[in-house]
């Protein structure tokens, strides 16, 4: 049979990722093909042999490429299982129900505890979801990644992650650079959460392209959010106008996370932090729910959880000394 010439291009991911270190993904995969001639150049890989063993690599390439773009990861394993005929079967099958998304690396991302569970029943139930608890109870990092999931399974088509630019002790105006360089701080939790589950090369494309949006809330005003998954970080720290703005930003196919924690507003004296105040005047909509965490759902260090006990206890004691002055 004659040998015919034939190109692919692979694109979406990072080609050094996917052949894997020193091409050893790429040198295993061309094993099970020793009748084809095999080069790769960037993302090009360039084919000689006869047609029928042509599509046949094309065909378990897909497969590879599919597995890599769910998983973010790719091994010799990997290769081994779905070079086997029922190897489409591998991507169907999640041996864990409750894995959200598969991170960089191919780690499992899942809700954890109680409570993060309940937050996934939540967002799958309700267009918008107020989750509320301490640090480390990972109200944003299971919110982020059901953002992630709904991009992947192309629920929405893009991610909008928020946060207002409230100061914590710090003054803005010191820190160098434009405008953009002096908010990319207060995000950074929420880029550090997305390089969790996406891989740096990709994520880069998805930012550049608007399909993942970092931005500070101001930024939010005019605007109606649609067909996207909308997650407003710190919201302890927004006014009464702000939330109203940023709820009211709610277009017809979104969905809408608010996460905070209100034994950590940064908001100037005496101002009603807007995170407070929509939990108290939206507790009679039906359609909005609301997750509360607590300290059982602390997954950081084991020492955060008594950090917060401890915190919780001082400040307890100093608001029975105030109320006892004010007798």
């Known amino acids: 049979m004659k040998s015919i010439s034939r190109n692919i291009e692979i694109s979406g991911i ?5 052949f894997g270190v020193n ?5 295993h995969l061309k094993s099970f093909f020793p009748q084809l001639k095999i080069t790769a150049r960037g993302n090009v ?23 890599f773009d769910k998983f973010n990861f790719l091994s010799e394993n990997s290769i081994d299982n779905l070079m086997l005929v029922d190897g489409s079967k591998m991507l169907s099958n999640d041996d864990g129900s409750e894995t959200l998304v598969h991170g960089t690396g191919g780690t499992k991302i899942k809700a954890r505890t109680v409570n993060q569970k309940k937050l996934v029943q939540a967002v799958n139930q309700s267009d918008m ?3 509320v608890g301490p640090a480390g109870t ?22 909008v992650l928020t946060r207002p630019a409230v100061e ?20 950074m939790p929420l880029y550090d959460a997305l390089r969790d589950m996406i891989p740096g090369e990709k994520l880069s494309d998805m930012i550049e392209f608007g399909v993942i949006e970092i931005a500070p809330l101001a930024f939010m005003r005019g605007r109606t959010l649609d067909k996207a998954f909308v997650i407003l970080d710190e919201a302890q720290n927004t006014t009464t106008m702000q939330m109203k703005m940023f709820l009211t930003r709610m277009g017809m196919t979104a969905k809408f996370v608010i996460t905070g924690d209100m034994s950590q507003v940064d908001l100037p004296h005496k101002q009603k932090s807007g995170l407070s105040y929509a939990l108290d005047v939206l507790k009679d909509v039906d359609e909005i729910n609301v997750v509360r965490l607590g300290q059982s759902d602390v997954i950081r260090h084991s020492l955060v959880k008594k950090i917060i006990e401890a915190f919780d206890v001082a400040e307890a ?5 105030e109320k006892t002055k004010n007798k």
């Open 168 to 187: 914590a002790g710090e003054n803005l105006g010191f820190l160098p650079g434009d405008l953009k360089e002096k908010l990319d701080p207060y995000l």
């Open 317 to 321: 004691k100093e608001k029975q000394i």
């Open 138 to 159: 990972g109200k944003t990092y299971t919110a982020v990644a059901l953002a992630v999931r709904a991009l992947k399974n192309k629920e929405v088509k893009r991610i």
């Open 129 to 131: 979801v107020f989750a």
């Open 45 to 67: 890989i360039s084919l000689n042999g006869e047609e029928e063993i042509l599509d046949e690599f094309e065909r378990k390439l897909d497969l590879l490429v599919q597995h």
């Open 14 to 18: 990072n080609p050094a990722e996917f």
């Open 23 to 27: 091409n050893s993904n790429f040198r």
